[in-house]
């Protein structure tokens, strides 16, 4: 159980294109999801937190405008990289959690490169 | 806000010795502490967690340790084995009510067969 899947597993782009990422919970409802971002070496940072059906919330020094964030259902969560640019290339992985307890459970990531 | 620091940052073992990893926090009022256990170009896994109105918990070859009064937790991970070789991550979060995770740096565990 608890599985979250993200699509695409990668994706190459080029530079002022936009992006879509897909996260999606397969067998429980995620009341939140979350977005973070990694960069190689490093540890993990979030960059927003959304619950279904409401607006996310972006932690600071993130861009709402270019990091576009929607949780249309309890299954699926979407993160849109507008005007993307080389240092926009990173590994985003999204985590989806249940109403009642603590745990996060995480996609296998996306990797995205801009040229 | 919650800081967590965690050590070693690199740590490797013989297969078949156990490992410790350390990670401390900041803020008391955090209440929920997982560690993640991630492969290269892939997501984190959950492999286990504790609360705070919890000293220890154990799950076959890995076991966490709390102390709150010091502020700190371990994973301790027995008999290691090749496959344990991985970015294991550790997290705290509640504090103030919230849901967000705050991790560490993480430890790269590397256990030589």
């Known amino acids: 159980g608890a599985v979250v899947s993200q699509h695409p597993s990668w994706v190459i782009c080029k530079s002022g294109t936009s992006v879509k990422i897909e996260c999606r919970s397969l067998?429980?409802?995620?009341?939140?999801m979350f977005w973070y971002r990694q960069f190689p070496k490093q540890s993990l940072m979030l960059m927003a937190t959304?619950?279904?059906?409401?607006?996310?919330?972006?932690e600071q020094g993130v861009e709402k405008d270019k990091f576009l964030i929607n949780h249309a259902s309890l299954t699926l969560s979407t993160l849109t990289v507008t005007s993307a640019h080389p240092e926009d290339s990173s590994f985003y992985i999204c985590?989806?959690?249940?109403?009642?307890?603590?745990?996060?459970?995480f996609g296998p990531g996306t990797r995205l490169t801009v040229t | 806000g919650e800081n967590v620091e965690q050590h070693p940052s690199t740590l490797s073992v013989q297969e078949g010795d156990s490992a410790v990893i350390k990670c401390t926090y900041s803020?008391?009022?955090?209440?929920?502490f997982p560690w993640y256990k991630q492969e290269l170009g892939k997501g984190p896994q959950l492999i286990i967690d504790?609360?705070?109105?919890?000293g220890e918990k154990k799950d076959q070859r890995i076991a966490v340790t709390l102390n709150k009064t010091a502020k700190h937790f371990s994973l301790h991970i027995t008999e290691t084995q090749p496959e344990d070789s991985a970015v294991y991550f550790c997290?705290?979060?509640?504090?103030?009510?919230?849901?967000?995770?705050?991790f560490g740096k993480g430890t790269k565990l590397t256990v030589n067969p």
């Open positions: 504790i609360r705070s109105n919890v």
């Open positions: 959304s619950n279904e059906g409401s607006k996310a919330t972006y």
């Open positions: 067998d429980f409802q995620a009341t939140t």
């Open positions: 803020d008391s009022a955090s209440n929920y």
């Open positions: 985590s989806a959690k249940q109403a009642v307890g603590y745990e996060q459970y």
């Open positions: 997290a705290a979060s509640g504090m103030g009510g919230s849901e967000k995770l705050v």
